[in-house]
């Protein structure tokens, strides 16, 4: 197969300058395809919690082709033996198998996507039962493997072997996290053969897409964390503020409107006191996701302190933004919280607007506050503008 190293650091150095997971995943099949010239491309990747390996992307096959695949994940299905037994298959292997026949290949490999070697049973039991067939490899699923030999349990049946796999530590510790897909390479439109050369390279590569890929998940992970609030699940004050700047800026260069809106839970302190912290943190995760819910994608929305909110509305006039904040308030008091106890809830908010009320950070938060105060001054579950 022809091929030049230079695409090849081209491709890998693709998939590292991006932690973004879609970017990594369809760069990785669009550049396999275009590198070594496939006929066609398609990625597959496991979904533990189904036991399923599940169709993504593809390139050269129909529309829906491969995303409509939904395979079991099995030494007896080709597409997940290597999930198996961590090494590529070839289509000599293919015999009668359901889905590459549905497929129409002829002339494929499929190749393992994973982003690090699992700690084998044998090691794990420190078993020396040599003759078993997972015994020596790295890579096995034993509890996917017939006739194993674990000790004392040779000769269970397939259900019974089956009760006695999902209670071993070895199937119990298998990391579900982890990256795990199979890449499919095929020729079988022009009966070109895949040789053994590029099989060995793109098992490499399918290790560093693993790597790379799992990177973004635990990139995107962390960037979750920390923007976003541990109780409410909404974005947290750090990152408010941040995006509150980056849209006085924004205004500033482009004229946009902007108002901000803070939400104080009325009389929250008596809740806690009466009915306890847990109702309380109850209230709080209610009230973010009935706020949450009645906001455009274009708004955010933070827990700027312990039972206060922040509501940030783009290309919103004041008079608008009095409106909406009226709007959150009458939902709250009308609303009934689920659970056993019967509580009341009401907010009340302030509204300000940027380059009206204020044109700087600390001004718009200062003017917003004192219109908020203003609000529980008169009585609470009311709207005061700046």
């Not at 995760?285 to 039972?307: H, N, T």
């Amino acid at each position: 197969m022809d091929f030049n190293n230079l695409a090849l650091l081209k491709m890998l150095s693709l998939l590292y300058e991006d932690l973004d997971l879609d970017t990594i995943e369809e760069r990785f099949v669009s550049l396999i395809g275009e590198v070594f010239a496939f006929d066609r491309v398609g990625l597959f990747f496991v979904k533990h919690k189904q036991g399923i390996l599940r169709g993504k992307l593809c390139k050269g096959f129909d529309q829906g082709t491969i995303s409509s695949l939904k395979i079991p994940i099995t030494e007896n299905n080709l597409f997940t033996r290597p999930l198996v037994s961590g090494f590529p298959c070839r289509s000599e292997e293919a015999q009668d198998d359901e889905f590459t026949q549905r497929l129409g290949l002829t002339e494929f490999a499929v190749i393992p996507v994973v982003n690090k070697k699992r700690i084998s049973c044998w090691l794990i039991k420190d078993c020396q039962e040599k003759t078993c067939p997972a015994y020596g490899n790295q890579w096995v699923r034993c509890w996917l493997v017939e006739d194993t030999k674990c000790a004392g349990h040779a000769n269970l049946g397939p259900a019974e072997k089956q009760d006695y796999c999902e209670t071993c530590p070895v199937h119990v510790g298998q990391d579900t996290e982890a990256v795990e897909g199979i890449l499919l390479v095929d020729n079988s439109l022009s009966g070109r053969q895949i040789d053994d050369e590029a099989i060995t390279i793109l098992a490499i590569i399918a290790h560093a897409v693993g790597n790379a890929i799992n990177n973004s998940k635990a990139y995107s992970s962390i960037m979750r964390v920390a923007i976003r609030d541990e109780l409410t699940g909404i974005h947290n004050r750090r990152y408010f503020n941040e995006r509150l700047l980056d849209e006085i800026d924004r205004s500033k260069r482009y004229g946009t409107l902007v108002c901000l809106v803070m939400a104080d839970i009325d009389h929250f302190k008596k809740i806690n006191d009466l009915h306890g912290h847990p109702v309380g943190d109850s209230v709080l995760i209610w009230l973010a996701a009935q706020l949450s819910s009645k906001l455009r994608s274009s708004d955010v929305i933070a827990r700027y302190g312990g039972e206060e909110f922040a509501l940030l509305l783009m290309n919103t006039s004041k008079e608008q933004a009095g409106k909406v904040a009226e709007i959150l308030r009458a939902t709250i008091a009308d609303a009934v919280m689920p659970g056993e106890l019967p509580i009341n809830v009401t907010i009340s908010l302030g509204v300000a607007a940027l380059n009206i009320d204020a044109g700087s950070f600390e001004g718009l938060i200062a003017r917003t506050d004192k219109a908020l105060y203003r609000a529980k001054a008169q009585g609470r579950n009311k709207v005061c503008l700046a």
